[in-house]
T-cell receptor, first 112, second 113 residues
């Protein structure tokens, strides 16, 4: 069974631009969550989607948004990029509540 | 402030030695997971524990969940260079689940031959 797939793996953006990251969950998994990992803050929760509905949200500004499609694939968008948005963005999936969460390899975003 | 306090932050040992990583909190978790992460990669799941007092063994790795479900430990017996990596504990709060894992800061383990 294929794991969680994230694209792109690496990207470089300029301050003020926007970026969209994509995530395909494990087949059959309906819950997708996103995390940001930085050396200073570690892994921080961004948001979680289940059946196209956002069920939970972390403490990030409104520039960070996401959505989930009917096939459970998810995208997250960051607008008006800042240097501090440089991070590894991780997507994770699981069948539903109360189950183990599996992570993808992440998308490395560098903002210059 | 992180809800899960992981210790130590860094551990350097010789091949064959044992090591223990601790994960502590004042909050109660419905489940707790341990991951290992390599540089530039996503965390890879090692184990999930859900029952207070639960002990799980995975070859040379032993995981324990505290009776009150507030703490956990990871013990590695006879460590090997392949055990090198960043070990992360993560848990779901009883009061705030739905995909929201609270992560510890991680323990960087280095095992030298």
């Amino acid at each position: 069974k294929a794991g969680v797939t994230q694209t792109p793996r690496y990207l470089i953006k300029t301050r003020g631009q926007q970026v969209t990251l994509s995530c395909s969950p494990i087949s059959g998994h309906r819950s997708v969550s996103w995390y940001q990992q930085t050396p200073g803050q570690g892994l921080q929760f961004l948001f979680e989607y289940f059946s196209e509905t956002q069920r939970n949200k972390g403490n990030f500004p409104g520039r960070f948004s996401g959505r989930q499609f009917s096939n459970s694939r998810s995208e997250m968008n960051v607008s008006t990029l800042e240097l501090g948005d440089s991070a590894l963005y991780l997507c994770a999936s699981r069948p539903g509540s109360g189950n183990t969460i599996y992570f993808g390899e992440g998308s490395w975003l560098t903002v210059v | 402030t992180q809800l899960l306090e992981q210790s130590p932050q860094f551990l350097s040992i010789q091949e064959g030695e044992n090591l223990t990583v601790y994960c502590n909190s004042s909050s109660v978790f419905s489940s707790l997971q341990w991951y290992r992460q390599e540089p530039g990669e996503g965390p890879v799941l090692l184990v999930t524990v859900v029952t207070g007092g639960e002990v799980k063994k995975l070859k040379r790795l032993t995981f324990q969940f505290g009776d009150a479900r507030k703490d956990s430990s990871l013990h590695i017996t006879a460590a090997q260079p392949g055990d090198t990596g960043l070990y992360l504990c993560a848990g779901e709060l009883e009061t705030d689940s739905w995909g929201k894992l609270q992560f510890g800061a991680g323990t960087q383990v280095v095992v030298t031959p």
